[in-house]
């Protein structure tokens, strides 16, 4: 596959993982009645666990296009997120100058995993088929 093709790979599954974030960020709000807190509330969440996200993944080979087209290698996204999740609870706790709780750090993380797990399972049986037809 060309760098061209590579490129717009990793756009996409970057823009599936912030979209995923954020799913997860609204169905956070919405198990607590608390979707009318509105966007800036959310980012107090979304920002954090976006950031901590691109410090973990990379280092787990999560944007790798090799392996992220691989079945096999879905533990990656899944423990990068997991890896994540503290350090965005303990982003979210400094911006809100709040407590951390160990039960929202757990929660945060198999949550997230789950959904993280989900988007790249749909993507690797997606793309491998998009990349079948283009060989044919």
Same mark, same amino acid.
């Given at each position: 596959?060309? !760098?061209?093709?590579?490129?717009?790979?990793?756009? *996409?599954? !970057?823009?599936?993982?912030?979209? %995923?974030?954020?799913?997860? %960020?609204?169905?956070?709000?919405?198990?607590?009645?608390?979707?009318?807190?509105?966007?800036?509330?959310?980012? %107090? %969440?979304?920002?954090?666990?976006?950031?901590?996200?691109?410090?973990?993944?990379?280092?787990?080979?999560?944007?790798?296009?090799?392996?992220?087209?691989?079945?096999?290698?879905?533990?990656?996204?899944?423990?990068?997120?997991?890896?994540?999740?503290?350090?965005?609870?303990?982003?979210?706790?400094?911006?809100?100058?709040?407590? *951390?709780?160990?039960?929202?750090?757990?929660?945060?993380?198999?949550?997230?995993?789950?959904?993280?797990?989900?988007?790249?399972?749909?993507?690797?049986?997606?793309?491998?088929?998009?990349?079948?037809?283009?060989?044919?």
């Amino acid at each position: 596959m060309n !760098a061209q093709n590579e490129r717009k790979w990793l756009i *996409i599954l !970057a823009a599936g993982d912030f979209m %995923t974030i954020a799913l997860v %960020t609204i169905y956070g709000f919405a198990s607590h009645n608390e979707l009318n807190a509105g966007a800036a509330r959310m980012l %107090t %969440t979304f920002l954090p666990l976006a950031i901590a996200w691109l410090a973990a993944a990379p280092f787990l080979g999560a944007y790798d296009h090799q392996r992220a087209m691989e079945v096999r290698q879905l533990w990656r996204p899944f423990w990068a997120m997991l890896l994540a999740a503290p350090l965005a609870a303990w982003l979210r706790g400094v911006w809100l100058n709040a407590p *951390i709780l160990p039960l929202f750090v757990f929660i945060l993380g198999g949550v997230s995993a789950l959904a993280i797990l989900i988007w790249r399972g749909c993507f690797v049986l997606i793309a491998r088929r998009m990349f079948d037809n283009l060989k044919n």
